[in-house]
């Protein structure tokens, strides 16, 4: 028990300051407001930071001799880990809204451009939360019970046997397979999409037929689609394979088939917890707003501090003038805008 504390505090701290980096890079970077995408990875890098804070709270507060109106509300918001997990069923649903965003622009061209407005970015950042509270909020609030002191969650609607087992492959469905069956069909399609398009675009340059600066501009935009969903293909491949063994593993123990081991329930998630900080790794190396962002900020304080250092030299040298002016120099570092 101590070993999955300590790993799962450690999992929330590194994605913690994780995500905490790549959303200080989609702030402060001026690309970040150009697109409806950086919007949405955005609105994905701050689900996965308060899943992270509440999962870390919710193993260092664990405050005795409290009042049963005090320690009910400790047990909702960090005991029972409710919206940890509201968080984290939020952003499977981030992930799927961007798939699906993805595909109407790349396959739908034309019926994109014409008919997506800019309430459809704010629903599709509003939809998250609120699937989130339904599939995990709700449930854990509903049953979550204090007694003696300590904090006990179940997490199950239904009173029947009948009952119970239609909520877990309800949630099995909502969870995993719908998620993978929109991943898999939505960027085999777009993937099939940019690979005809690079032979169009590799035909029209031997043809002749269009400019340098219009291939040059076409080609740098479908660099930047590509980057994009390069970058969804890593996510939705992380969100896979770290939540295959915990869902599995409830089905199959809802269904009978294997029995309950709470030591594998712990270590499968442990599995589903490492998502959350492997997204923002995901996002630092490949996205490339967070990307230009980093080499932005290392230029600057390499530069700075060459600036300090030739500010330094000229001073010390300048006594060494004799009665010569002391000259100094102004050192002008431009650093190109993100």
């Given at each position: ?12 701290v ?6 905490g980096?790549?959303l200080l890079?989609?702030?402060f ?5 150009s ?5 949405f990875?955005?609105?994905?890098t701050i ?6 804070i509440?999962?870390?709270f ?5 405050p005795?001799?409290?009042?049963d109106?005090?320690?009910l ?6 005991g ?15 992930l ?6 993805r ?8 019926a ?11 629903l ?5 939360w ?10 854990i609030w509903?049953?979550?019970?204090v ?14 046997p ?6 877990h492959?309800?949630r ?6 719908a ?27 031997t ?6 600066a ?18 969804m293909?890593?996510v ?11 869902r ?5 123990v809802?269904?009978k088939?294997?029995p ?8 499968f998630?442990v ?9 923002p ?15 932005v900020?290392?230029?600057r ?9 030739s ?16 000259q ?5 570092v431009?650093?190109k805008?993100?």
């Amino acid at each position: 028990m101590m070993a999955f504390n300590t790993a799962t505090s450690t999992i929330a701290v590194v994605g913690f300051l994780a995500n905490g980096y790549v959303l200080l890079a989609m702030i402060f970077s001026k690309n970040s407001r150009s697109s409806n995408i950086n919007a949405f990875i955005t609105h994905q890098t701050i689900l996965d930071l308060t899943s992270c804070i509440f999962l870390f709270f919710g193993y260092v507060l664990r405050p005795t001799g409290m009042s049963d109106s005090l320690a009910l509300f400790m047990c909702w918001f960090f005991g029972s880990f409710a919206i940890s997990a509201s968080a984290g069923n939020a952003s499977i649903c981030g992930l799927m809204i961007i798939t699906i965003e993805r595909y109407v622009k790349i396959v739908h061209p034309v019926a994109h451009r014409n008919h997506y407005r800019r309430w459809m970015t704010r629903l599709g950042i509003v939809i998250p939360w609120i699937f989130g509270i339904c599939t995990s909020l709700i449930p854990i609030w509903t049953t979550s019970r204090v007694v003696r002191g300590r904090c006990f969650t179940f997490g199950t609607i239904g009173s029947t046997p009948a009952q119970k087992l239609t909520w877990h492959i309800a949630r099995f469905l909502l969870l995993y397979v719908a998620p993978l069956a929109i991943f898999v069909f939505g960027y085999y399609k777009i993937l099939g999409v940019i690979r005809r398009q690079r032979k169009q675009v590799g035909h029209n340059q031997t043809q002749g037929t269009t400019s340098n600066a219009a291939t040059a501009a076409e080609a740098a935009n479908k660099r930047a689609e590509t980057n994009v969903i390069k970058t969804m293909v890593l996510v939705s491949v992380s969100f896979a394979v770290c939540f295959f063994c915990i869902r599995t593993y409830s089905i199959l123990v809802t269904l009978k088939l294997v029995p309950a081991v709470g030591a594998l329930y712990s270590l499968f998630s442990v599995f589903s917890y490492a998502s959350r900080c492997l997204n923002p790794f995901v996002y630092a190396t490949q996205y490339e707003v967070v990307r230009r962002w980093w080499k932005v900020m290392v230029c600057r304080i390499v530069c700075r501090q060459h600036v300090e250092e030739s500010t330094a030299t000229t001073s010390s040298a300048g006594p060494s003038a004799g009665g010569e002016k002391r000259q100094t120099r102004k050192i002008h570092v431009t650093t190109k805008n993100l």
